[in-house]
């Protein structure tokens, strides 16, 4: 398996800086976090797409994934109509980017955050699918894959369990549409991190990790020895990627400390 860092700790930063830092630090790859005008964390700076792959180029660093966010109004779930093509708008364009930039992995969470229900499960779930469908082929022949991401209760109304997006994998029969196994979420809405990880098996396309306090791994409470156990047993070889709650001002020690403990599994 291979090991990135999501650029979110660092937004306030210029990514001309963030990426020789990270692979200074013997990262693999980087997560580009895309944050959206409507979200409080973007900082009035779109991303530069075209400088962001000549710096990668240049430093032998990874493009591993773009970790989009969803704020309202992006839900591709949504059943309103007008809604929803807005959310699969915002992905497209996405996946356009990363083609572009030769990016394996494209995050979607399966609603947007911080929304309440615009329908009833049922039919949530069949916009959910109408749009897995829709995204699986516009990836068509692309290198690209969807990876959905189940976040937790205090986040989403929607989709917080491994077992549910694996659901919506199997109900959309999508072949290019993965699963995103975050283990900080994991923790708070899983019964067993571990044996979720199990049943993701036949879907695991990327890995999230922080600790219990979504600070450094090996600074809380999780078990990362069983965790990466389990990768190593599903012979999980795509990326492992830092998703962090740190503030700028810690964001490089955090990045470096992270590293220095994912490398024990390497």
């Not at 210029?14 to 990426?19: E, F, G, N, Y």
């Not at 530069?48 to 000549?54: G, R």
């Not at 059943?79 to 930039?101: L, N, T, W």
């Not at 469908?133 to 990836?139: D, K, T």
């Amino acid at each position: 398996m291979k090991f990135a860092f999501n650029t979110i700790v660092f937004r306030e930063w210029d990514l001309s800086k963030v990426i020789p830092l990270l692979k200074r630090y013997g990262y693999d790859g980087v997560e580009v976090a895309w944050i959206p005008p409507e979200h409080p964390f973007y900082t009035g700076r779109d991303i530069n797409v075209i400088e962001i792959k000549k710096i990668c180029d240049y430093e032998n660093l990874e493009i591993a994934s773009i970790c989009p966010f969803y704020p309202d109004p992006y839900d591709i779930s949504s059943v309103s109509e007008s809604k929803r093509r807005i959310g699969v708008d915002y992905v497209k364009r996405i996946i356009d980017v990363a083609c572009e930039i030769n990016a394996g992995i494209v995050v979607l969470v399966p609603s947007a955050v911080f929304t309440q229900p615009s329908g009833a499960f049922s039919e949530i779930w069949s916009s959910c699918l109408k749009s897995l469908r829709e995204l699986e082929s516009y990836i068509g022949e692309t290198d690209v894959k969807i990876a959905l991401e189940p976040i937790t209760r205090f986040l989403t109304h929607f989709v917080t369990r491994v077992d549910q997006a694996t659901g919506l994998v199997n109900d959309a029969k999508v072949s290019k549409i993965g699963v995103l196994a975050d283990v900080f979420h994991m923790n708070i809405e899983e019964k067993s991190i571990e044996e979720s990880l199990k049943q993701s098996r036949d879907y695991l396309a990327h890995v999230h990790v922080s600790d219990s306090n979504n600070f450094v791994p090996g600074t809380g409470h999780l078990n990362f020895d069983t965790i990466f156990k389990v990768l190593s047993e599903l012979n999980y070889d795509g990326y492992v990627s830092a998703e962090l709650g740190v503030d700028l001002s810690e964001a490089a020690d955090a990045a470096e400390m992270t590293i220095k403990f994912l490398r024990n599994y390497k």
